[in-house]
C-alpha cells in the first residue's frame, strides 16, 4: 500500500483559494493514477482530479476551469490547486493512489482526508 499524507485544508471565503498537497511515500511515477475525489455531508464520495503517471489530467465538470491538479516528483507529492471557490465545494477531500503491482493486480491506497469549508 502506498502511505498519503493531505494536508492544506481549512476555512475559506467564496470566491477563495486553497492548494490541497497529498505526500505520497514513493515515487510517484511508480504510481499509476492519483486521485483527488471529495465528499460532502451526506453524499456520495465524489472523482473531483485525475492525474496518470503519463501527466495526463481530467476534471469533473463540476470543477473545470476552476482546479488544477498537479505534481512535484522530487517532493513525492500531487497537489490540488482550487480557486474560485463555493460553498458547494464543502467537503472532506481525499487523496487515492492507484498502483500496478502485479499482472492483474492493482493496490487502492487512501488518505486520512483534509476538511474544506468554503463559507462567509
Known amino acids: 500500500q502506498v502511505q498519503l499524507v493531505e494536508s492544506g485544508g481549512g476555512l475559506v471565503q467564496p470566491g477563495g483559494s486553497l492548494r490541497l498537497s497529498c505526500a505520497a511515500s514513493?515515487?510517484?511515477?511508480?504510481?499509476?493514477?492519483m486521485n483527488w475525489y471529495r465528499q460532502a455531508p451526506e453524499k456520495q464520495r465524489e472523482l473531483v482530479a485525475t492525474i496518470t503517471s503519463g501527466g495526463g489530467t481530467n476534471y469533473a465538470d463540476s470543477v473545470k476551469g476552476r482546479f488544477t491538479i498537479s505534481r512535484d516528483s522530487a517532493k513525492n507529492t500531487v497537489y490540488l490547486q482550487m480557486t474560485s471557490l463555493k460553498p458547494e465545494d464543502t467537503a472532506v477531500y481525499y487523496c487515492?493512489?492507484?498502483?500496478?503491482?502485479?499482472?492483474?493486480?492493482?493496490?487502492?491506497?487512501w488518505g486520512q482526508g483534509t476538511q474544506v469549508t468554503v463559507s462567509s
Open positions: 487515492n493512489a492507484l498502483k500496478t503491482v502485479a499482472a492483474g493486480r492493482v493496490t487502492d491506497s
Open positions: 514513493e515515487s510517484i511515477f511508480s504510481i499509476d493514477v
